[in-house]
């Protein structure tokens, strides 16, 4: 837990919300990641962002109790803590998947599930002739271009989780992203070098 | 409930369990959609979702249980219950926030937060004059080609719930998307008819 006593939480109970929202999608996104891929590394970053979003939620709750001056806006604010619970369950799924492929527990149906969704998870190799090389993800922008939320990037050893905008791409990374198979085979084709541009590149 | 009983549940467990994989995740998308163009009919679509995914999470169960043949089996199985339960936990988050569109229960900061997250919600119109008109969702492949994840459409008074692959576009017709900022402005410039073409068109 120490880890989290220096952590910075957004000051007003939006910035927290937006957060909060934020860091459930992303959460779900990795914790079918590490079931498909069996990555326990992803796994264990799930559990870490469970224990910042219970922050989060927790400095959610004191701002909104606070903001509460009549019957009318106790019961809107209301919404606003049945909704910062609902993304809480939301992030307590992806925690209980989490611990099943940390614990090896997976039946192997769970992966076929997440691989037959309509949006899947898929995993894309960038190749040293491919347009993504060099490139920022900014300047990429691989969700409008591809259909493809990137969710996180392995560098030699190391896992980047929700990597930045200005982030450049290198021969070798291994993108793990969110999108239909077409997405992902597309993005594959330009990550291989097969197809040489971007369409708004 | 009645509409239920002849509802078609898929014959095999995976094939339930991808049905309620999508069918929550439609419900998510949907339940923001209502939330933030408050729009009554689209949480009434949330609602009726939930009891078709109660159906099939029933069924699911049954099947799962019946596979188990020793206690190796009975502990993986276990891993699929689990899911299951997460995938409904999911859809019942789903419920509450589109029973609080129906209740007029929302604090407006809610909508803000969907407006304001990394994937969000939007509207976009299409023009006659825009490259999408008469063709199918299949040929047009806008989750690839543009980075939006069609939700709804909303055609004269009726509304078209994650609509099949081969419903042609027409003008006038309205598409609830889910993406980022950039890929809704992307897809709204397609529909405008600024731009001309798709990248893979």
Redesign the interface.
Known sequence: MEEWDEVEVPNN??DI??EM??TA?LMVDLAYSAALFREKEIAEEVLELEEYLDILNYNLMVRAVLAARNIREA??????L??AR??D??S???A??AK?VIEE???R??T???M????TIGRVMVSPDSYLVGKSLEEL?I?????V?VVAIRRGKRWIFDPDEDMKLMPGDIIIGR??R??LD?LKEIARGIIKVM??G
Chains 1, 2 share one sequence.
């Open positions: 109970v939006k919300f937006v929202k934020n999608e019961e809107q604010i209301t919404s606003i049945q909704m609902s993304i369950d939301i307590n799924a992806a209980d998947l099943m527990k997976l039946h149906l769970i076929e599930v997440i037959e969704s309509e949006e922008d969700p409008t271009n591809t259909g939320w999108g239909t077409t997405a597309y369409p708004n």
